[in-house]
Nanobody
Framework: VQLQASGGGSVQPGGSLRLSCAAS????????MGWYRQAPGKQRELVAR???????NYADSVKGRFTISEGAARNTVYLQMNSLKPKDTAVYSC?????????????WGQGTQVTVSS
C-alpha cells in the first residue's frame, strides 16, 4: 500500500492551497483518511480526517478555513486550505487506516511542506 501526497508549496497569508493524497496497492477497505501536520519543534497534530461514513473531524484551529473531501474513487482525499496563516506552516502528512486483506493498519504518505509567509 502506498499513499502519494502532493500539492504543498509556498503561499502568502490569506492564500489557498489544495493537498491531494491517493492510496494505491492492496486495499480492500478504507476506513479513514486524513491529514496531520508537524511544525518545527512541535508535536504532530491532526488537521482533518474523513471516515468512510462521511463524518469529518477538524482541528479547532482550521475549522471554517480547511475542508477535507473524498475523490470519486474514494481512495483519494483532498484538503482545501483557504485563508492560510503563518501558523499553518508545517509538513503535512497523509494518513489512511485501511484493511489490506491481512489486517487493519495505519499507513502514511510522505510529507509535503506548506509554507505561509509574506
Amino acid at each position: 500500500v502506498q499513499l502519494q501526497a502532493s500539492g504543498g508549496g509556498s503561499v502568502q497569508p490569506g492564500g489557498s492551497l489544495r493537498l491531494s493524497c491517493a492510496a494505491s496497492g492492496s486495499i480492500i477497505s478504507i476506513y479513514m483518511m486524513g491529514w496531520y501536520r508537524q511544525a518545527p519543534g512541535k508535536q504532530r497534530e491532526l488537521v482533518a480526517r474523513i471516515f468512510s461514513s462521511g463524518v469529518t473531524n477538524y482541528a479547532d484551529s482550521v475549522k471554517g478555513r480547511f475542508t477535507i473531501s473524498e475523490g470519486a474513487a474514494r481512495n483519494t482525499v483532498y484538503l482545501q486550505m483557504n485563508s492560510l496563516k503563518p501558523k499553518d506552516t508545517a509538513v503535512y502528512s497523509c494518513n489512511a487506516r485501511l484493511y489490506d486483506g491481512v489486517r487493519v493498519s495505519d499507513y502514511w504518505g510522505q510529507g509535503t511542506q506548506v509554507t505561509v509567509s509574506s
